[in-house]
């Protein structure tokens, strides 16, 4: 069974920094792309950053360069170091996978920034 757990939200000040992480279980890691998504109140879920099995990444245009994604492969995790935060940056962020031809989603971590 695929499950994600993610940690680190919080509540910060604009310009603070925040680093997410999320730690799979389940799967086989080492092949799998991860994601982060995120989703503000009122608005859809979007895609914040991806890194694929072989560590290329990719991030929202709008992130102008803040935010880094990374993975452990030994501890089955990825991060999402969050840097220079500004208030639209709040909302729940979710870890996810698509595996075995099905998306999986962790809980939730919220963040929430305040201006």
């Known amino acids: 069974q695929v499950r994600l757990v993610e940690s680190g939200g919080g509540s910060v000040q604009a310009g603070g920094s925040l680093r997410l992480t999320c730690v799979a279980s389940g799967v086989n890691f080492k092949i799998a792309a991860m994601d982060w998504y995120r989703q503000a109140p009122g608005k859809q879920r979007e895609l914040v950053a991806r890194?694929?099995?072989?560590?290329?990444?990719n991030y929202a245009d709008s992130l102008k360069g803040r935010f880094t994604i990374s993975r452990d492969n030994a501890r089955n995790t990825v991060r999402l170091q969050m840097n220079n935060l500004e208030f639209e940056d709040t909302a729940v962020y979710y870890c996810?996978?698509?595996?075995?031809?099905?998306?999986?989603w962790g809980q939730g971590t919220p963040v929430t920034v305040s201006s």
């Open positions: 890194i694929t099995s072989d560590g290329s990444t």
């Open positions: 996810h996978v698509f595996y075995w031809s099905r998306d999986f």
